[in-house]
Structures are given as C-alpha cells and as structure tokens.
C-alpha cells in the first residue's frame, strides 16, 4: 500500500494524467483490508486527487477516483431500506471536533454514510411537516447512540430522545415536529474510524406492553422488533414490566435476552402472539417458529397498546464437555443445539468447568453438537464428524419439554493439533502455512497473523501423517520446515526437501520455525545521454507467470537510485523501468510502447533474483519526446468537452495519444520517431470532426468505424522527434459537427458582436434555453449545452441599442421576442447539426438603432 500511495502522489506532482488512469484502473483489487491508517492515508491521496482531476476539467479520471474512494472506504451502494431511495455518501476529516453548529441537514427518505467518521457527529434535521420521524443508524459499522436535541444551546429541558439499542445493531430515536420547518439537532457517538449511516424515516410510531414472567424480574429481558427491510429496535423493559419502544415501517415483536454466548434467562422466549422461539436475540425474527402466525404491525393501526407477554419456563439441555483422552473438563468448548424439523440452532458456552446449560427451549426434540478447537466434533450420541463440519441429520434426537431438564454430557477426541510458531515476520502481516503429505500432495492451509513482535502462532486441526510444511507472508523468504529457503514465493516444488514430521500419540506437536528476511534488490536509473540519475523514475518487478498487473513497485530517489529492501522475493522477474520524461523499458532495453505498462513491452529477459538479493540492476534511459499546442474553434480558445490526441503511423493507426480538457495541451512522455497528429473526440459520440495535423477535416465516422477512417491514407504533415525534442506550436482549429456555428456582426460595417444572446425555441415556441457570442461574435447551439430537439427556431436579445431580430429576416423594431416584444411567426425552422466539416456559419447582421435604414435585410442565411 505505501508503494501504491507514492507513485500514485508521484504522478499527481507531475500532472502524468494518462499513468494516473493506467494505475488508478489498478488499484481496486489492491484497497480492501488495509488497516485505519492506510484506509485514512488512501482517503485523503484520494480527496487530492479528486481536487487536482476537477481542478484540470479531467472528467474520466475523475468518475474512476470518485468511484474507487467509494470502494476503498467501503462504502454502500444501497439504501438500507428501500433501494430505490436515494443515499448520499460524505466525508468528513478524523480530527473533527463535535460542532453543533455545522451539522450535516438530513431530510426524510435520504440516507446519509460517512466514511471514517470521527468518534461524535452531528446532524440537523429539517421537519418538512408537522409528524412523526424516526433517525436509525442502520448500516453503521460501530455502535452507535443517538441523542435528539432542540437546540445547539444543549440546555437542561432541551434533550427531546436519546437512544442506545444495548445490543451494538442499531439505534433508533423519535422526533416529533409541531410545525413545518421545526429543527432538530441529532447527535451521533460512535467508535472512531467506523462507517456511520444516519437514515431519517417518516411516520413512526409505538408499541406498549407489559411482560411477565410469573413474578419473576424480567430487568434482563428486552423487547425487539424487525421489519421486512432490516429495520429493527430494542428497548428494556421497565421494573412493572412495561414498555414502549418507538419504530416504524412494517414490523413483528418478539421477546429476547443477551449474554454473549452464555443465555441468562430459563423462561421461553416469543414473538406476538404466543410463538416459540429458539433464539435468544430480540430482533431475530427468524429464530422463532411458524412465522407466519406472527402478528404484523404497521402505522395504519398505530399506535399500539396492550402488546403483552406472558413468559413461562422453557426447556433445557444440561452437561458436561471433557477430552477423552485426559477425562480433564474442555472450558469455553461451544454446544449447539439443532431444533429438528426447523433447523433452528442455539448456542452456548461451556465454563470453566466444562459444564454448559442450554435453557428456555419450545417443546421439540433437538440435536446436540459440542465442538473446540483441537478436538473433533461431535453430535450426540458419541458421533464424531471428521470431516467436520457436522450433519445433524446424523444425530440422537433428545425430546424435550417445557420446564423439563435433560442431561447431555461429550468427551472429544484430540483432532492431533499441529502448532507452529514462526519467528522473523514483518509484525501485523498475514502469514499462510500449508501442511501436505510426505510425498508433497495434498495439502490443508492454515492462516496466522504476526503480532508486533513478529511472531505468529498457526495452528492446524487433524494434520496427516506423516507429513511436510512450508509458509510463507510478506517481506520474508518462503521457508519449509525446518530451514530450506525457496528459490520462489510458492515452495510446491520444493517441499520435498524439508524435513518429515509424524503427530505424538497425545495428538499435540508445537514447532517454531524462524523466518528469513529478503534480500536487498538496488540499482540506478540514469539518462542515456547524460549518465545523470532519473529522480522519481518507477522500478517494478513482476513475477514470472503471474498478471502485468500484479508489481513490486518503488520510485527512484534525487540521484536516480532504489534500494527494495526486503520487499521482492527471491525467483525469476521481468524488471521494468520507467518515467514520465523517459522511454519506459522492459529489461534488457525493450523499449515499451506505452508508459508504466509491462503489457506494452514484448517480451524481455527474465532476470534471477537470487536468495541473496541483487545489486546493480541499473537501467539507461532514452529521454521522451514532447508537443504542445493550442486548441481553438473560430479563433477563439477552445471551450468544450474532452478531446483525444493520436500519434498515427502511416497507415493512421494509433500509437498512443492523450486527453486535453482546455485550450491547451501537452502529449508529453512520447517515444522518439516519425509520427501524424490526429485530434477527436473523447467520448463515444464525437461532436468534432476528426482531423490531422495541419488542418485537414475528414468526414464524420459511423458509430462503427473506427475515428480516422475517413481521412486520406497519407495525409496530414509528418512529425519527426528526437529523444528530447520539445515541439511546440503544433495548432489546431476544430470543427464541431453537433450543433450549428452562429456569426453575428454588425450591418454596417461588419464588426463582430459580442455578449449577443441568443435564444432558442421549440417548434412549438417554447423557450428552451440562450448561448452568448464571444469576442469573434461567434457562439454555437449544441445539444451537448443545452436541451433541445433537432430543429429550433432562433433570435437574438441584446442591450447594446441594435435591432433585435427572428431568423431569418424578421426585425424586432419594439424588442426582443424573449421579452414577448416580437413574433415568432414565419421564423426559419433550423437543423441542429452541421452539414459538413467546412461548412459556413448561419449569418446574423444586425442594424444599430439609429441606422438609416431600419428595415434593412438583417439576416443572411447561406
């Protein structure tokens, strides 16, 4: 990631937009699970990024950036409710303070997801009528809590809800607004770095009841409610056993406790009315038989009194988890219990003792299943499930009543557990240990991750025997077991030259296996011609058979050397190296036909990386070349949507290119060599005709021809450049083909005028938009900037004292017909597009008002 994140503000310093694209199209595969640091550091490289794109008008980078910082911060796509409602994405920094005073307006239906947020947020809420609204946090990544404040001020009296759910699921708060435009001020606590989704919903409303439990305390008890789209809510129950939880949408209530793994109540829990349920949690509607006698709560009715429970003592399943090797008691072993017929699952936690107690059970029979790490499981009676996981359709059904106990005790078996230690690693790494027989098939995998010493203990469940290992992680050579280090990242060939292993009979082998670091892999870049060193030239290496795509990557430093410690592993690479002043290559001297990409360089000598690593792997640079020039349409600088450049052989087929966003533009980074200059469009419907350097048009290509088929084979001026060359003043004047030119000048003496409006008009005389006349007195109507059909009607509107006027030769003596000053009638019925690359602007002369002759021709249409 942080080789990513350098050449990425590598490339952003120096403007190279096209290897900005080339690594950005890269760098989703790369962003998921990377610590809060690096997702906070890749975040803001994104922010800088997305700032530069806008800053330089380069649209298509800045669609990829907005929609990969959206991947990296894992973001949702959806709104948590109802997909086709809207949800806006935000970010906010993570040293932002708690300011009442700048919170984020949210209104009813939007969904809100701040990314990374900081540990408190606030959010105003606008009621856009007097009712009821409810502010959940479904979808955020941490728990959260919700306060509703009438003001910023935070006095004694103004706390109009708060909400906590207790369970970490969601919170869930009321607002009731008096009036239309009544604010309310929502904050929001959460861990920092969490993702927050703040959802503001219409039309909540309550649910009331009482909960018994034949006079015993039901402090631990809680009432939850679910709805179809994942809504849900909890609340406790009060001392009298009351309570009263506000939520919205359709829902069902059911009953529930929590204790983490340990169940705390023996009664049975239920949803309204009167249906079982098997698990404990309060919103888990699923956990609960025959859904479909369910009671289905929605505003219609609201609100809703009287939704009382009456508890009473489940069934429970009780006993003990021993090995069966030692008869010693297996503490915080997991038991399952498996509802026959539904499928529904329950599960606890054995103690210290080993002693578990499944409780509060519907009257059914059930299947139990015990499991522990470094045991095999186990269904009741005495079924082991090797290999795991365990089919309960295998096991002894136990029948159980409503307040009756029944007793299930296990003794496991030893899964002959294989533990390895590895030392040496780079700390927080991933590290993958693959176990496989003595002839080297086969295979089980196994996953570890280095703490801060570097250290990382693997364990492996039911190991063959006898048997071989190897692992490998990051920045340390691939190893078997006991000392062979890896010519390559993958050891599968290799693994036959470690040591065998055989499982001791108690079913426990622990092993530790120091790790070696890679060695060193340095060089320089320098130029051809010079022999000084490139400053920020990319070095990557990549791996014989694996994706272009996939690189060790570094950047040179001021004197043109890299030093990649640690990083690339020993075997076989094609190394290349490139810059944006530089011909890239593929070593040794390939010269690439594309910047930074190692799919554009043939093939080239795969060089050894030797256990010991490599010094000296320098590399000589030719110099690129460079053309720049200016854009401009009827004289004046050109202002419009995203043009591409071609560098064309002679049979003009394209050898690379570039974008431009402004009146100028700058092909830097080319390889030297004889090339045409060919300019088009930067999207699929191109609004300029194709054209070759130096002004030659060509005819408009069909959607399926390629850009510059149409023009003569052989035309346009050749470019030769030597490594180095600046070329400069290579000029285009482009020629739109969507939408018509319009010149207006004045009738007397034939000046241009400029800051003319005009207006535009559906046939049917519907206003639809006006364009402005630049200093040249030119302006052109195209539906890339304004809404219209294919014809329109066309007139002039102007407070510089001329004649306004309808084309073609209809004067507005009293005014402009955008005013209403003028008739539309018999105007000239105008096609919205060009007739040709050379064809001539539609004439517009107006009359100063004190002319002479008023009802001169002031039009002229050819």
Known sequence: MRTTLAVLSFLLASNAWADLRSEVSQLSSKIANHSLESRLELDQLFSDLIAKAREA??????????????????????????????????????????DCENAIDISPGRSLHVGLSPSELWFRVVAPAPGSYAISSLGSTGDTELEVWRSCALRPGELFDRNDDFLGLQAVAAVAATRAGEHFYVRVKTDPGSAVHLNLVGGTYQISGRVTMDGVSTSQIYVGVRGETGAQSTTSIAADGSYQLTTYGDVRVRTGTYGGGFPISKHLMEAYPDVPCVSAGPTDIAGCNDPASMAVF??????????????????????????????????????????????????????TLGRYEIPGLPASAYVIEAQRAGYISQLHFQTNCDPSPCDPSLGTPVPVALGEGKRVDFALESSRRLIVTLTGLTPHRDVDVRVTAVDGTGGILARGRAGADGVANVEIDRAPGPFRFWANSYYVISQVYPSHLCDDLNCTDEVLLGGILNMPEEGLLQLTMPMSSRAPVRGRIVEAVTGNGVEYARVSFRRVGTAPTSTYDIVTDEQGYYDFANVVHPGQYFVHAGSGEHVDELYPEIVCQGPFQLWNCGEGTAITIPLGGLEGLDFELNRSATIT??????????????????????????????????????????????????????????????????????????DEQYPFENCPVGAGEVITLVSGEERTGVDFEIKSFNGRMVEVTRSDTGAPLAAIALDLWSTQGN??????????????????????????????????????????????????????LCSLAGADLLSSTEIGPNAPPLRIRLSPRDSDVLMANGFEAQ
């Open 629 to 702: 020039g200016s854009l401009t349409e009827s004289g004046q600088p050109y202002v419009g949507t995203s043009l591409t450049f071609a560098l064309l052989d002679n049979d003009l087929i394209s050898e690379g290119g570039g974008n431009s966003f402004s009146s100028t533009y700058e092909l830097d980074d080319i390889i030297p060599g004889t090339y045409r200059l060919g300019l088009r469009s930067g999207y699929s419907t191109t609004p300029i005709y194709p054209m070759l350097y130096d002004a030659i048009y060509c005819d408009r290509p069909d």
């Open 57 to 98: 008008g380069n649209e298509t980078l800045l669609r990829k950036l907005e929609r990969l910082q959206v991947e990296a911060a894992d973001w949702p796509s959806a709104h948590p409710f109802d997909p086709d409602l809207p949800i806006q994405h935000l970010r906010v920094a993570m040293d932002a303070t708690a």
């Open 767 to 820: 206003w639809i938009a006006a364009v402005t006349t630049n200093a040249a007195g030119r302006a052109r109507v195209t539906p890339y900037s304004v809404s219209f059909p294919g014809e329109f009607l066309l007139s002039t509107s102007n407070g510089l004292n001329f004649i306004d006027e309808v084309f073609d030769d209809i004067q507005c003596p009293e005014g402009s017909a955008f005013f209403g």
């Open 298 to 351: 929605t505003p219609l009715g609201a609100p809703y009194a009287g939704i009382d429970f009456h508890l009473v003592e489940g069934g429970r399943i009780v006993g003990t988890l021993v090995s069966e090797r030692s008869g010693l008691p297996l503490a915080y072993a997991g038991v399952l219990s498996h509802q026959v017929g539904s499928g529904l699952t329950k599960y606890v936690e054995t103690d």
